[in-house]
């Protein structure tokens, strides 16, 4: 073991070795760029475009693309690369994560390895967190692409299909995350190559690399449509469960994030909906509704997992505070959300595609991603993505103090401690950003620090652009900002005049995050470029992370500090414990997230395979024969396993007369033995050329309305599955092994069914009209 991790680390450091030692050539080449006219920058693109067509690689060109590419950028924002920034770059087309504080120019950095891997023609994606950021970057740097000659798009989700076509094709795209994946699936339901607008996954930048792929993973992507009818259980489940009291009548478990009746709940339940025996096998139905109520009810609060805003039920990221605008709970519970705060309620939605960002992302050709906290979750990275994570130095020495947490028996006692080091700083003059953790938490500060007359500013990820301004201006003088983790993030925050001199920007968190990288994200908002600045944290034994994730034993230590018998130091070790028993716990979440999604992965690849196949091809008729030849094959196997009694007889016969199969053949077949496929299939094959023989359109648009309609039920029926695969465990059987088992006899069956119903499906088409008689 000792010798694979030498071997690991000596590998990572020849790799480092050698993005430093293009950094050098770069550099090199800065005085000889300078010299060059605009048009000579420009004329340097379609130069490095021919010679990757005589072969030469991007490795190779790597130190004269990226310095005509930095001094692009001189020219046209005013803006030169650091060294640093080089480097950030030159790992960031190996395909690696490139941690840079913030502050550092991550934006500047990623314009030469996308400008370099733009080159080929493939189309250079640049992935953001929100569609303001994209929209900023694409028209920001972007002048840098235009002027070297390249085109750049923003994908919103607001385009038309065209236009989202027109944004794909052109050299540099700049998206979300989640625009991205949704694209891809609904790629792969189109019925023409001309109905897709992607063109291809082969390079992709992900900005705040550790928001998408470790903290937003734990969700996977789903595009969904609307079921078949509207049920009246989700109001009276959700009446029901608004007249429970917690603890007497439903029990909530919050390290399980569960929610359960108690006895006295179950008979309570009993009698308001007037049975017997609510656990019953007729109830079953009834159960979902109940257990989705009483999840909307007491686990999920508004302003903290969701906000409602114009009507409508708007999930929030936990990890980001942001708002993921067009997601929806599923199974049910976003429903079961919306009774509860009395607005429309929608068809349940149907699953019709899923995929999670592992999986969705893993399929670039090459990936990489910058932050500015990434190195705590470097493991996941690798082992997940293949990617390593590399600490980029920083321009300037950090200068930020980091100071130890302040522990607090209440929240009242840290709130009251919040509010006098925000005034006592206020009265200074020096700015002060507060982190919270939720939208709630940010407007409940907010009031108490009316009451005390401080002005100050609410940022909750609501309004992206509008938001960004303003953070942008949190380093002014006697300026207070209120934030949650998300809010305003991507946008620097520069220190006004005087500032440095009253010890800079301070950065206050109300609470530990579930992740150090999360705190260590809001800490890094301060001391950028050398700025002095301080962060500190506040926590309390009854913060959401301590109720959460304390163990039995930890609960008797905090007893002890209640009493004052513990000293705070301790109490600082056992919060850092608590907050990574927290992590261990949402890294097992993603892992079995794509644990059961890799099952899935394979069979999404064979399908969308043979679409792709399907899509390309002008004519299936071969395909087509295939599967009659496949379809006929399994009704002769049939017969003969089942004796060849008359019940068999007939059911084949059934299914013979429907491929237009004459009654002479058909006695013909069960007559012979060992060549009765070779006499129905000939027979049937060539009913089906007289009747379709030149309709090729007809045969792709039946194959692949089946195929959809199939995969679709399929995906569905396994996201059902696996929402009640957890109970194999009581019967000693690993639920992800029950779950492949079931995927692979459901995919089987699937493929079966395809046939099927395609052969019999076209065996019954009339002559289109326009086909000759003959």
């Not at 030498?6 to 790799?15: G, P, T, Y």
């Not at 109300?510 to 705190?519: F, G, L, Q, V, Y």
């Not at 892992?591 to 679409?611: F, G």
């Not at 019954?764 to 009209?769: D, G, H, I, N």
Request: aromatic share 8%.
């Amino acid at each position: 073991m000792m010798g694979f991790i030498a071997n690991l680390v000596n590998s990572e450091l020849r790799h480092y070795s050698k993005a430093e030692k293009l950094q050098a050539k770069v550099l090199k080449h800065a005085d000889e760029y300078s010299q060059y006219s605009d048009e000579q920058l420009q004329q340097k693109t379609i130069e490095f475009k021919e010679r990757l067509a005589k072969g030469e690689k991007l490795d190779d060109l790597l130190p004269e693309v990226f310095a005509n590419c930095r001094e692009a950028a001189k020219r046209v924002l005013g803006e030169y690369p650091y060294p640093v920034q080089i480097l950030g770059g030159v790992l960031l087309h190996f395909g690696d994560v490139a941690e840079m504080k913030t502050g550092e120019g991550k934006t500047l950095t990623a314009t030469m390895p996308i400008y370099l891997n733009a080159l080929e023609g493939k189309g250079a994606h640049v992935v953001t967190v929100n569609e303001y950021l994209a929209a900023r970057d694409a028209e920001w740097m972007g002048q840098v692409y235009r002027f070297l000659g390249l085109t750049v798009g923003v994908n919103l989700h607001s385009l038309s299909f065209f236009q989202k076509k027109d944004v794909y094709n052109c050299d540099i795209t700049y998206s979300t995350n989640s625009e991205l994946g949704f694209d891809y699936l609904r790629d792969n339901m189109a019925k023409s190559m001309e109905g897709r607008v992607q063109r291809g996954l082969y390079y992709a930048i992900i900005d705040e690399v550790d928001s998408v792929l470790i903290d937003e993973s734990r969700t996977p992507l789903i595009l969904s449509g609307y079921g078949d009818q509207l049920s009246p259980y989700y109001l009276q489940t959700d009446l029901f469960a608004k007249s429970c009291r917690r603890d007497a009548d439903v029990e909530v478990i919050l390290e399980d994030n569960a929610v359960q009746l108690t006895e006295n709940g179950i008979k309570k339940a009993e009698r308001f909906f007037k049975m017997d025996h609510l656990y019953g096998s007729d109830n079953a139905e009834l159960i979902h509704y109940l257990q989705n109520a009483l999840r909307a009810n007491f686990l999920m609060t508004r302003d903290v997992e969701y906000v409602v805003q114009e009507d409508e039920i708007v999930l929030v990221d936990q990890f980001t505070g942001r708002k993921m605008e067009g997601r929806e709970f599923s199974d049910g519970l976003h429903q079961a959300i919306q009774a509860k705060e009395s607005v429309g309620i929608k068809l349940e939605n149907k699953t019709l595609a899923t995929i999670t960002y592992q999986n969705f992302f893993r399929l670039y050709t090459k990936l990489s991603g910058m932050t500015g906290t990434a190195k705590t979750e470097e493991v996941e990275f690798l082992n997940t993505y293949n990617m390593r994570v590399y600490q980029i130095p920083t321009n300037r020495p950090i200068a930020r103090n980091d100071y130890a947490d302040e522990v607090f028996k209440t929240k009242r006692e840290k709130y009251e401690a919040i509010l006098n080091e925000v005034i006592s700083l206020y009265e200074k003059g020096q700015p002060v950003l507060v982190g919270t953790i939720s939208i709630g938490m940010s407007e409940n500060l907010s009031e108490l620090l009316k009451k005390r007359g401080i002005p100050h500013q609410v940022l909750n990820a609501k309004e992206d652009a509008k938001e960004a301004t303003i953070v942008a201006q949190a380093g002014q003088r006697k300026t207070v900002t209120i934030a949650t983790n998300m809010a305003g993030r991507g946008t620097d925050i520069k220190l006004g005049e005087g500032v440095c001199d009253l010890g800079g920007l301070v950065v206050l968190g109300t609470e530990r995050h579930e992740s150090k990288r999360i705190d260590n994200q809001l800490r890094g908002r301060a001391g950028r470029q050398g700025n002095p600045g301080y962060s500190r944290f506040f926590v309390s034994m009854e913060d959401d992370l301590v109720e959460k994730f304390t163990t039995d034993y930890m609960k008797e230590t905090i007893e002890d500090f209640k009493r004052d018998k513990v000293s705070a130091d301790k109490m600082r070790k056992l919060i850092d414990a608590i907050q990574e028993r927290a992590e261990g716990l949402h890294f097992d979440s993603r892992k079995n997230v794509l644990d059961y999604d890799d099952v899935l992965m394979e069979q999404r690849r064979l399908i969308y395979t043979q679409r792709d196949e399907i899509l390309a091809m002008d004519n299936i008729t071969d395909l087509v024969k295939n599967l009659y030849r496949q379809f006929i094959d399994r009704i002769s196997v049939n017969f003969e396993m089942q004796g060849k009694t008359n019940q068999a007889k007939v059911y084949a016969h059934e299914l013979l007369k429907k491929l237009n199969i004459s009654e002479e053949i058909i006695e013909n077949g069960f007559n012979d033995n060992g060549h009765a496929s070779k006499i129905w299939m000939d027979d049937a094959w060539r009913n089906y050329e007289e009747i379709h023989g030149e309709d090729k359109q007809l045969e792709k648009m039946v194959f692949l309305t089946i195929l959809d309609r199939q995969w679709m039920e399929h995906v569905d029926n396994m996201d059902r599955v696996k929402k009640g695969i957890y109970l194999r465990q009581y019967a000693s059987i690993k639920p992800v092994d029950a779950f492949k088992e079931e995927a692979v006899e459901r995919f089987e069956n699937m493929m079966d069914n395809i046939t099927e119903q395609t052969v019999l499906t076209l065996a019954s088409a009339p002559k289109q009209e326009g086909q000759e008689e003959d």
